[in-house]
Structures are given as structure tokens and as C-alpha cells.
């Protein structure tokens, strides 16, 4: 892709990160949290030179990765969006569960799909109807894959530590929760017009 936004959106998030990471809520999780981060970019920047991704596909991606420093910062269950939200709008939330990582799943989904998008379509014939639903199946396989992860890092990391990075906050069903919203944000996006999805 010409241009510079993709080291201009590579440097913001590296800043980002960096803010985020100087005072975080729990070192430990947000370490856990930023593994996943590194993986991402090195893959983005692994294949970037010989197929770079769209311009929507890097602004999505590095939108759904500055949601995941923010949870990273906090902690998935402690990030304040109630707060932000009653600033904002001057209505309180219901009390309860904090659902920012829900939010954060449903991106994953959403955000995700332009860049996976891309990706297989330079390497593959798939286009149209075919490409989008390649593209909900291994965004979807990726989110339970991702729960399994989860569940395998607080089993081993167990303590505080562990119960951190699971976030289920009591909710036994958390895992089939998060993979239904991140369902739901690829079937979002496989629903937009091709202009707006670009597949």
C-alpha cells in the first residue's frame, strides 16, 4: 500500500503503548496481554512488504489493537468505561459486570476482518460471498482459539494473575459469550455493502 499511514499508525500505537504501559493496573496481566500484540504486529509486519494490507484494513487493525492496550492498561474487568460513559453522555450504566472485554470481542470480529480479508485474498482465488465466509470461519476459529489459550495461560499462571487475564468475572458461560460477539462482529462486517468490507 502506498503511503505512510501504515508507520504512521504503527508509531501512534507504539506511543500508545508505551502511555499505557508505564503505570499499568497489573504488570504481570498487562504482559500477558501485550504478548498478544507482538504476535500481531510481527505477523502484519512479516507480510507487509510483499502484501501490504488496505488502508481500512490497517486504521480497523490498529483500532481494535489501541482498544486491547487499553484493556491491557486496566485489566479487562477494571477499565473505567462507565465513568467514561456517564461523562460522556450524563447516564450512569446499570451497576454490574464490567462489559468492556465484550466490547473488545465484538472488535475483534469486526475490526479483524478487513486485514484477515485482505490477507486471504492475496493468497488465495476467493472472492465475493466464498471470501467472506472464509473470512467469519477463521475469525470465529480464531476467537476459540483464543478462549482456549485463556483458559491454558490461567491455568498456569493461576493466582490473581491468572484469574486477571481469564476476566470471566463469575460468569461461567464468558468464554461462549466472547465467541459469540466476535460472531457476530465478522457476520457485521461480512454484511456490509462491498464498498464499506472491501471483499
Do not use: C
Not at 468475572?169 to 464498498?195: E, F, H, R, T, Y
Request: charged residues 15%; without cysteine; neutral net charge.
Amino acid at each position: 500500500m502506498p503511503g505512510r499511514l501504515p508507520a504512521v499508525l504503527l508509531g501512534l500505537l507504539l506511543v500508545a503503548a508505551l502511555v499505557l504501559g508505564l503505570d499499568p493496573y497489573d504488570r504481570g496481566d498487562w504482559l500477558l496481554e501485550n504478548a498478544l500484540v507482538v504476535i500481531v504486529l510481527g505477523v502484519v509486519l512479516a507480510g507487509h512488504r510483499r502484501r501490504p494490507l488496505s488502508g481500512s484494513a490497517y486504521v480497523a487493525l490498529f483500532a481494535f489493537l489501541l482498544l486491547h492496550e487499553v484493556g491491557a492498561h486496566y485489566t479487562y474487568s477494571q477499565v473505567p468505561w462507565a465513568q467514561w460513559w456517564q461523562a460522556l453522555t450524563g447516564v450512569a450504566p446499570a451497576p454490574g459486570r464490567n462489559h468492556f472485554d465484550r466490547l473488545v470481542h465484538f472488535a475483534y470480529g469486526l475490526l479483524l476482518a478487513p486485514a484477515v480479508a485482505d490477507w486471504t485474498a492475496a493468497r488465495t482465488p476467493l472472492r465475493g460471498l466464498a471470501l467472506r465466509v472464509v473470512v467469519v470461519a477463521l475469525l470465529t476459529t480464531g476467537s476459540a482459539l483464543y478462549e482456549m489459550i485463556e483458559w491454558v495461560a490461567a491455568e498456569v499462571f493461576a493466582g490473581d494473575l491468572g484469574v486477571a487475564y481469564l476476566g470471566t468475572q463469575g460468569d461461567v458461560w464468558d468464554s461462549q459469550k466472547d465467541m459469540v460477539l466476535a460472531l457476530a462482529g465478522s457476520l457485521l462486517w461480512a454484511l456490509l455493502p462491498k464498498a464499506l468490507s472491501r471483499a
